[in-house]
């Protein structure tokens, strides 16, 4: 089963608007990563949050992380036409020391 | 560079006729991973192997073999493919702290 569920499934905001999607998992975890996959292609690894972290930026990205909650936020700030994809959040476990689970994703789409 | 090659990219195949799907990394990492994408239903994990010659089911094992006879190669065999399993199928090789994936592998079985 999923470790980590997306909320929302599918977001529409218009160009320049700020996106926020939220992550909910299950274990205690090592850290936690977002993900970004254009349509029909492999994920690709935007940011990592630790678990001893609480808030990390990267560029436009800011990820938010609630150990307490077994919760993580993704905002994109200032959305582009080019950040319509799917993202995913994946969570290393601590049971092992390689695993990563990833959820069910969120649909991103910026209309211009 | 790092990287993670799957192959063949497109596959159209008949029902019933064994296919290979070939991925190999170059990163020395130990947990590799299938997954099966469909429209709806997000990254479902098929397989996966934390270290040559060790492998376990993931959420969609049905159907699908895998071996780990070496670190780089994880191949994903389907012995007899069914229409079911037309879908868009990754690779991915993975550390801790990031997932590597391959470009997908694209099957129709008819």
């Known amino acids: 089963s999923q470790q980590g569920e997306e909320d929302p499934q599918a977001l529409s905001i218009q160009e320049g608007e700020n996106a926020t999607m939220n992550c909910s998992y299950k274990?205690?975890?090592?850290?936690l990563q977002w993900y970004r996959q254009n349509s029909g292609r492999g994920l690709v690894h935007l940011i990592l949050i630790r678990s001893n972290e609480r808030e990390k930026h990267s560029g436009r990205l800011r990820v938010t992380l609630d150990t307490s909650k077994k919760s993580s936020s993704l905002l994109i700030t200032a959305s582009r036409a080019a950040d319509t994809a799917s993202y995913f959040c994946a969570t290393a476990i601590y049971s092992s020391a390689s695993k990563i689970i990833f959820g069910s994703g969120t649909r991103l789409s910026i209309r211009p | 560079e790092a990287q993670v090659t799957q192959n063949p990219r497109y596959l159209i195949t008949v029902t019933g006729k064994k296919l290979t799907v070939t991925c190999s990394q170059n990163m020395n990492h130990e947990y590799m991973s299938w997954y099966r994408q469909d429209p709806g239903l997000g990254l479902r994990q098929i397989y996966y192997?934390?270290?040559?010659?060790?492998?376990d089911k993931g959420d969609v094992p049905e159907g699908y073999k895998v071996s780990r006879k070496e670190k780089r190669n994880f191949p994903l065999i389907l012995e007899s493919p069914s229409p079911n399993q037309t879908s868009l199928y990754f690779c991915?090789?993975?550390?801790?702290?990031?997932?590597?994936f391959g470009q997908g592998t694209r099957l129709t079985v008819v």
């Open positions: 274990t205690s975890i090592n850290n």
């Open positions: 991915a090789s993975s550390s801790t702290t990031e997932a590597f």
């Open positions: 192997s934390m270290n040559v010659e060790v492998t």
